[in-house]
């Protein structure tokens, strides 16, 4: 069975939460499995010393996890309006996946949290965007047609889903975010499998 990997990191659960509702709307649609992946922390330590199976949560993804996906759902919080460093120096690693060209024409979608309402989700989802098309990526965001989107008072982007999760870090999702989470994620699936005949 293809998969569609949805790739996150998340440290205090918001974008864990939103990578599950993701994955939902990936396998409501026939034939298409969600893998769920995560990536460590980045620290002195990283790739001395953790496992490839983390204490809790998802497995860590690897690079040939990424590279025989058919598809990509990328996740993580809003550091200082872009993505955090774990995500990214993950991506600094798939430079061979860029020269083989192994993503070229995948479908790809974004999502992130942040604790603020204008803290800078949608710097993070574009910024998250511009590593996808290097790769080869074909990048899908969330259509107007989608009601969530013109009524949400909480997160959910055209460029991808988004929630709002408080100083606290403690908001649950929303329903709105919710829905717009396994929309981003069933577009994903419905577009694979038009690509894929
Ligand atoms: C170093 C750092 C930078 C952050 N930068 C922002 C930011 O620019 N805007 C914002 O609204 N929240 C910011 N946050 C808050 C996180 O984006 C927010 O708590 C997010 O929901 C965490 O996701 P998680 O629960 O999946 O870890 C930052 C947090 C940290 C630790």
């Given amino acids: 069975m293809s998969y569609l990997l949805v790739l996150y990191y998340s440290r205090h659960g918001s974008v864990k939460q939103m990578a599950q509702y993701i994955?939902?709307?990936?396998?409501?649609?026939?034939?298409?499995?969600?893998?769920?992946?995560?990536?460590p922390p980045v620290s002195p330590t990283t790739e001395a010393t953790d496992p490839y199976i983390p204490d809790s949560g998802a497995p860590y993804a690897t690079l040939d996890d990424l590279k025989h996906c058919a598809g990509l759902a990328l996740g993580s919080p809003t550091r200082f309006g872009n993505m955090a460093a774990p995500v990214k120096y993950f991506l600094d690693q798939a430079s061979g996946l860029w020269l083989s060209g192994s993503l070229v024409n995948k479908p790809a979608v974004v999502f992130s949290s942040t604790s603020t309402m204008h803290g800078g989700q949608e710097t993070t989802l574009l910024s998250m965007m511009l590593p996808l098309?290097?790769?080869?990526?074909?990048?899908?965001?969330?259509?107007?047609?989608?009601?969530?989107?013109?009524?949400?008072?909480?997160?959910?982007?055209?460029?991808?889903?988004?929630?709002?999760?408080?100083?606290?870090?403690?908001?649950?999702?929303?329903?709105?975010?919710?829905?717009?989470?396994?929309?981003?994620?069933?577009?994903?699936?419905?577009?694979?499998?038009?690509?894929?005949?």
């Fill in 23 to 39: 994955a939902r709307g990936i396998e409501s649609r026939p034939g298409l499995e969600a893998r769920i992946r995560t990536v």
């Fill in 133 to 197: 098309f290097h790769l080869g990526f074909i990048v899908l965001g969330i259509p107007y047609t989608e009601p969530d989107l013109n009524t949400t008072q909480s997160g959910g982007t055209p460029y991808g889903a988004s929630h709002v999760a408080g100083v606290s870090g403690k908001n649950p999702v929303t329903e709105e975010e919710q829905r717009l989470c396994f929309a981003l994620g069933k577009r994903l699936a419905d577009i694979t499998l038009k690509l894929n005949g």
